[in-house]
């Protein structure tokens, strides 16, 4: 099993006042997310870790020679980071396209260790992860299910959409090889087409609606994890998140 980590992006919401580098180098007691992030995927059969970097890559590239100088890690540079996130997904199509299952994951996440050990041990080889527990609104990705089947898969939903269930998306996935192979191929015809502004999620979201027998999820609401997008996510990682992941492990 390979591991891709999207680690390119910005972050511009987040302020340069708060944290002018890559989100993914942000500490919390004095671990950045990035060696948070390798240091978990240590726990699982994952036979390598590619991470697509962009803004201030020297940056990161210290940061693993620092805390992951093994061949378990590889770099992949997306040049056009300023764009959408699905430039970072089509930067890294070729490890997609490799014929192995896949963890693909955001960088800018504090999350318990048992939220990577679902996709792993879970038993689907096709997996989301939803957390039922979440403030409704434009950010979150939501994902929507109906007889238990899922049904939608993005941030603004069409307001006919029927359905029994609705949680957001961890932003963590597990792709069997052939649907892996699928998704490299999607994020070529989006950069062919010049949609390269568009997140990577509308990707993941083509073949989930295109194959939806193939696709299930994992509840993982009571784990305690953050996506780290505004000033204010800091503040509630360090006094809320972070206090419960320690205990966790513990």
Known sequence: MKAMILAAGIGRRL?????????????????SLLERHLETMRRYPIEEVVVAVGYQREAIEEEISR??????????????????S????????????SGDDVLLTDADVLYD???????VNGGSRNCFLLD??????????KLCLRNNRLVEFRKQLNPALEFDMCGESVGFFRFSSDIAKQLAARSEFYIS???????YEEAIRDLLLAFPDKFTYEDITGLPWI???????IRRAEWDILPKITKSEH
Do not use: M, T
């Not at 302020?15 to 007691?29: E, Q, S, T, W, Y």
């Open 15 to 31: 302020g340069r006042a708060v944290h002018d580098g890559p989100k993914c180098l942000i500490k919390f007691n004095g671990i």
């Open 132 to 141: 039922r527990d979440f403030e409704p609104g434009d950010e979150p990705v």
């Open 193 to 199: 087409a010049g949609l390269d502004k568009e997140p």
């Open 86 to 97: 699905i430039v970072s997904l089509w930067s890294v199509r070729e490890h997609l396209a």
């Open 67 to 84: 805390v992951a100088p093994d061949p378990l890690v590889r770099l992949v540079y997306n040049p056009n980071y300023q764009k959408g």
């Open 227 to 233: 996506e780290i997008d505004f000033p204010s996510d």
């Open 113 to 119: 260790h048992r939220l990577l050990q679902r996709l």
